[in-house]
């Protein structure tokens, strides 16, 4: 289908496939509102993460709009999971460390955390945050920094907030500049997303 794209589709889309960052992920663990999960969708996107965890076993799973997530959820990766241990089980096979979003005393403030590793991030549900389940089996536990009387942020601004830090991080890494696939797997992502 490339043939059919206009010279700057298709350099957009060899531009976006190139800086996709593949070691970042996103988990987003029983998030009931749907504007909420097609926010973070957008955001994934923006940031060049490729594929979003979709951990659900406690809410049902939400309708992911076309229109509040701008499509964004078309050109990200989806994979669903109802059990939390099998969902850290198939990142580490692929050797992701998991760290859980939560206040608590032993987190670490983001601003510390590096964010250049292989790393996926876990985003709790608006009421209950992270499952107990999920911050015992992670690598470890952030906390974004409030100066202010609220003690949290909208789940899909604390995403934001996050996956930008990562972003500034893997930047100065120059980890944009050069993409985390072989050849052969860029072309087959330009096929692909050239047929979107």
């Known amino acids: 289908m490339r043939e059919f794209l206009t010279e700057r589709r298709l350099n957009k889309i060899t531009r976006v496939v190139n800086e996709r960052q593949h070691s970042l992920r996103v988990v987003i663990e029983n998030v009931h509102d749907p504007h909420n999960v097609s926010a973070i969708f957008r955001t994934c996107d923006a940031v060049g993460v490729p ?23 078309k050109w990200i990766e989806k ?52 499952s107990d389940e999920a911050a015992e089996l992670s690598d470890g536990l952030i906390y974004i920094p409030m100066h ?8 899909s601004v604390a995403t934001a907030v996050i996956l930008y830090e990562a972003q500034r991080q893997r930047l100065a890494a120059g980890m944009y500049e050069k993409s985390e696939l072989h050849a052969e797997q860029i072309e087959n992502m330009i096929d692909e997303w050239s047929d979107k």
């Open 148 to 155: 202010g009387m609220i003690q949290s942020l909208n789940v």
């Open 79 to 130: 994979e669903r999971f109802s059990d939390t241990a099998e969902c850290f089980a198939s990142l580490r096979k692929e050797g992701f460390k998991i760290y859980s979003t939560l206040l608590d005393k032993t987190a670490k403030n983001i601003y510390d955390v590096d964010f250049t590793e292989k790393v996926a991030i876990v985003m709790g549900n608006e009421h209950r945050g992270v």
């Open 51 to 73: 594929k979003i965890l979709l951990l659900y076993n406690t809410e049902s799973f939400p309708k992911i709009s076309r229109i509040s997530s701008s499509s964004a959820n």
